[in-house]
């Protein structure tokens, strides 16, 4: 069975600063992989998405995220974190016609 | 429409009311999927559809809890006899098609509070 795991509930970040949220998974062959955002009472939103080719993806707002398959991760990474930046972030993997598995997410937040 | 929609936004009802919350996915998409997100526990997968049916119901926490899509759109989720740990945000996504390859687009959820 698929699993997700984020191993970092809340992380603070100074504005400006740099970031990198950790994603692993557990799969038996490539499996796709998401991060999605959810801001406060806000859906989720996807941010970036990996299915094969480049293992460097980018995705919307600034975002990047690499898949190392020897690590079984796909970390989420920004050069420079803005305010708006804080919220609710979601590693997702899925594969063939199962329904997308969720890691448990990582609070953001960002301080001045 | 432009996007998922789900109805109420935010739902208290009474222990041992049942309650119904409607989805109106995307036109066109085939693919509906529900998703609980309670407190630090992230998204738990409930059931999806594709078109009327539903293949996977293997996230349905208990027999209280049942879906159905009409016409390949909306989806009702009912809960029977709602209990106090069936408080959360119930998410609707759809997707163009079956399966991971598709990029699933989410609602802003349904928030429901047993009290």
């Known amino acids: 069975a698929q699993s997700v795991t984020q191993p970092d509930i809340h992380i603070t970040v100074s504005e400006g600063a740099s970031l990198e949220l950790r994603c692993n998974y557990s799969?038996?062959?490539?499996?796709?992989l998401f991060w999605y955002v959810q801001s406060p009472g806000q859906g989720l939103q996807l941010l970036l998405k990996y299915f094969s080719g480049d293992t460097l993806v980018q995705g919307i707002k600034g975002f990047e995220a690499e898949f190392k398959r020897s690590q079984s991760s796909f970390n989420l990474r920004k050069p420079s974190v803005h305010w708006s930046d804080a919220a609710e972030y979601f590693c997702a993997v899925g594969a063939g016609n199962t329904p997308l598995v969720f890691g448990k997410g990582t609070r953001l937040s960002v301080i001045a | 429409g432009a996007g998922v929609s789900q109805s109420p936004s935010n739902k208290v009802t009474e222990k041992g009311k049942d309650v119904e919350l409607r989805c109106d996915p995307i036109?066109?998409?085939?693919?509906l999927y529900w998703y609980r997100q309670s407190l630090g526990q992230g998204l738990e997968f409930l059931i999806y559809f594709q078109g009327n049916s539903a293949p996977d119901k293997s996230g349905l926490p208990s027999d209280r809890f049942s879906a159905e899509r009409t016409g390949g759109s909306v989806s009702t989720l009912t809960i029977q006899r709602t209990q106090q740990e069936d408080s959360a945000v119930y998410l609707c996504a759809s997707s163009r098609g079956q399966g991971a390859g598709n990029t699933i687009y989410f609602g802003e959820g349904s928030w429901l509070t047993v009290v």
């Open positions: 799969y038996g062959a490539t499996p796709y």
């Open positions: 036109s066109g998409h085939t693919a």
